[in-house]
């Protein structure tokens, strides 16, 4: 019964489908979605990016789409594509208010269903990856996408945590609803992982290292990488611009691709 269903979905033509979580807001999980589209677009794949972060969206503002408007199609709601080539495109209540910077203040049954929504409606075509980005924690909303996506067999999590005791403490509660929801975890990324000055260019750890890369070793989970504070890349993110392009040598840059 799933095969039918998934086959005969909106997310038919969608070869893997990813999760993007972390336990806490502002510690760059859509820094590391967007990044991570754009990286998979450089290597030749075509990458949608479903933003599930209802009450702080933020994907469409890193691609400075945020004024773009999602269109009705016969098979539902036609993503906005952030370049002429189409290979990334990108769907988020961002696109849906009127004026971007209003808040939506739902209660769970609404999300939910706008989740399903998501999941159910938007006509991505073919997509090699969909990258879900979900808001912080491990709330109704992370159960509802899941749960949504079941059906299309996601390939796994990728949880971004800072260096920090309490951010890694709050992934643990990550691998934990991982775990519980039988999500398998593809691996962690530290992010904001010292600070890279803008004219040396060395990196200086302004709060603690390591503590993304030894929970990974303790939950026996693959560490994806460390992806350092860098100035240019929360600029590039300011303005739309593609960083992995831009700064192919920055010290983040390994990582991120
Ligand atoms: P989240 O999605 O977890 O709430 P964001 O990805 O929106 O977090 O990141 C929060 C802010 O931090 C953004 O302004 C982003 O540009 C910035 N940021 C995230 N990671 C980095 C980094 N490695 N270097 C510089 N700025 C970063």
Redesign the pocket.
Known sequence: MEEVAAERSNLGGVRHILLVL?G???????????ELALSLRHSGKKVGILDV?LC?P?IPR?FKVQDSDVHQCDAGWVPVFVDQEKSISLMSIGFLLEKPDDAVVWRGPKKNALIKQFVADVAWGELDFLIV?TP?GTSDEHISTVEALRPYKPLGAIL?TTPQAVSVGDVRRELTFCKKTGLRVLGIVE???GFVCPHCSECTNIFSKGGGEELAKHAGVPFLGS?????Q??QS??EGRDFIQEFPKSS?FPALT
Do not use: H, Q, R, Y
């Open positions: 972390s806490k807001g502002g510690v760059g999980k859509s820094t590391i979605s967007t972060d702080g933020s890193m980005d912080p971004v992010n904001m992982s992806v350092p504070l860098d100035p890349l929360s993110l300011e983040a």
